[in-house]
């Protein structure tokens, strides 16, 4: 009985696109650091993954608070990137082989990929959509208690201008 229960379980959370593990504190943290800092996800989709960037030099970030994909298409796309759209391909081996969308680099046709600020491991890029599922992608817009929550609670700088 205990193995249809999580049978059903996990199947309730891959439909609704919600992260297929739960992702305790460490894995948030984590994440949170994968965006902000290795990944520097926020320079382009802004610290609260609402699209306002960070840094006016960088492409513009789509919003991710109102993004429809899937976890496996977040995935994927932060490992392939989006050619000819600003959005860096994470995978060192992007474009190789042809992982990404079936494509090798010479399939591009002139498309440019940004080269990201550091490349991730799968288990990164896992934990990094884990945590943007968790605080960001379909949570609505940003407000003071998101913030806080977002933060690891407490009182951050950056959440006193939110209402």
């Known amino acids: 009985m205990r193995m249809v229960f999580a049978g059903a379980l996990a199947l309730s959370a891959a439909l609704s696109g919600a992260p297929a593990r739960g992702a305790d504190a460490g894995d948030l943290a984590e994440g949170l650091r994968l965006f902000t800092q290795k990944g520097n996800c926020q320079s382009c989709h802004g610290w609260a993954g609402d699209g306002r960037k960070m ?3 960088a492409p513009d970030g789509a919003n991710l608070r109102e993004s429809q994909l899937d976890r496996d ?4 796309t932060i490992k392939c990137g989006r050619p000819g759209r600003g959005m860096p391909a994470y995978d060192r081996l992007a474009y190789v082989d042809a992982r990404c969308y079936g494509q090798k680099k010479a399939d591009l ?5 940004a080269d990201p600020p550091a ?4 288990r990164e890029i896992e934990t990094l959509v884990d945590f943007m599922f968790a605080k960001m992608v379909k949570q609505g817009a940003m407000d003071r208690a998101k913030c806080a929550a977002y933060w690891g609670g407490g ?3 950056v959440c006193r201008e939110l209402k």
């Open 55 to 57: 840094d006016n030099q």
């Open 73 to 76: 298409n977040m995935i994927m």
């Open 109 to 113: 046709k002139g498309l440019t990929l």
């Open 119 to 122: 490349t991730l491991q799968l």
């Open 155 to 157: 009182d951050a700088e």
